[in-house]
Nanobody
Framework: QVQLVESGGGSVQAGGSLRLSCAASGLPYRTYSMGWFRQAPGKEREGVAAIVTGGGITYYADSVKGRFTISRDNARNTLYLQMNSLKQEGTAIYYC?????????????????WGQGTQVTVSS
């Protein structure tokens, strides 16, 4: 069965950096697009970034462009999200997501598999 396990969350001051990881198992990783989503308290889940199977196409939410970088290591079945210049509004649970083939947006409906999430807290 497909398992997505996030790690790397924690507490950081505004302006700081964190790197999230997502270890994937139970799927032919190279053939899956991967994404990061987040859900802040009292808000709906939103797409943060996505990367297609070979890594040649990426999508970013406008709110994180220039600060976050999504990448994947197909040899290690691992997805990453480098988050720099974090803002307080970045406080949320961050989820890893996967789906077969090419995704074309950051809509959560494009992804069928989800991890349990990792908490990121950004303080002032």
């Amino acid at each position: 069965q497909v398992q997505l396990v996030e790690s790397g969350g924690g507490s950081v001051q505004a302006g700081g950096s964190l790197r999230l990881s997502c270890a994937a198992s139970g799927l032919p990783y190279r053939t899956y697009s991967m994404g990061w989503f987040r859900q802040a308290p009292g808000k709906e889940r939103e797409g943060v970034a996505a990367i297609v199977t070979g890594g040649g196409i990426t999508y970013y939410a406008d709110s994180v462009k220039g600060r976050f970088t999504i990448s994947r290591d197909n040899a290690r079945n691992t997805l990453y999200l480098q988050m720099n210049s974090l803002k307080q509004e970045g406080t949320a649970i961050y989820y890893c997501a996967a789906d077969y083939g090419m995704v074309r947006s950051l809509l959560s409906s494009e992804f069928g598999y989800w991890g349990q999430g990792t908490q990121v807290t950004v303080s002032s």
